[in-house]
């Protein structure tokens, strides 16, 4: 528990489809948020997700990505007063536009940006909204940096990963998730190129089996409308027998 001390302590929190799924397809205009909102048998449900997001996510970590996939680039604040989520945002190419970068200033209670593109749109804000933090990283993004800054320079404790598979995959292999907490959605999907939960480059050799990561069952919950929650705590500490060991 030590490391976790020096950085948040994090809970991936995503929803799947039973075959582990975290989108409909291949492209970005296909995506379970709005997809399953039109799927009978499975929009029943939907709302269980948001109910459990609303719960714990008062510090989200997001990719721009994946935000600009739902319309976060399209949307407008209309409130006067920020809702009480702090994001967390890691966007280098940039995926937000100007007009998304503005939503999330204006929504925001707290908003950091997590980047190696010295030209984001984001820092144009910066002068006009006292909420925006960056962390810019020219030579390539140091998640481990990241999750020891936040902790260190601005007392962020927890944090709820609400990343693509690629991220995940990225932040799991360097130990940077603690607990997986799952809505599995009553669908299959399939798909060979379809986003699953865990993404990143597949595993080639034995030696690569360091990167698994096995989990303990903390809780298992029927939500009701064929909706599943699971709650696991990821050991970061894998441990390998000899090959050839039963």
Known sequence: METIAKRPVTTLFLIQSVDGKITTGDVDELDTDLDFRRLHGVKEGLHRYYELEEQIAGVSFNSGRVLAK???NERRWENDQPDHVTFIIVDSRPHLTASGC?????RSRELYLITSNPDHPLFGLTNRYGNIHALLYRDGIDFGDVMARLRGEFGISQLTIQTGGELNAHLLRLGLIDYVSLV????LIGGRDTQALVGGESLHSQDDLRHLRALRLLSCERLGDSYLHLSYEVQNDTVLDDAGEA
Request: proline share 8%; glycine share 8%; hydrophobic share 50%.
């Open 184 to 187: 599995v959605a009553p669908c």
């Open 102 to 106: 503005e939503y999330f200033a204006r």
């Open 70 to 72: 739902v319309g976060a």
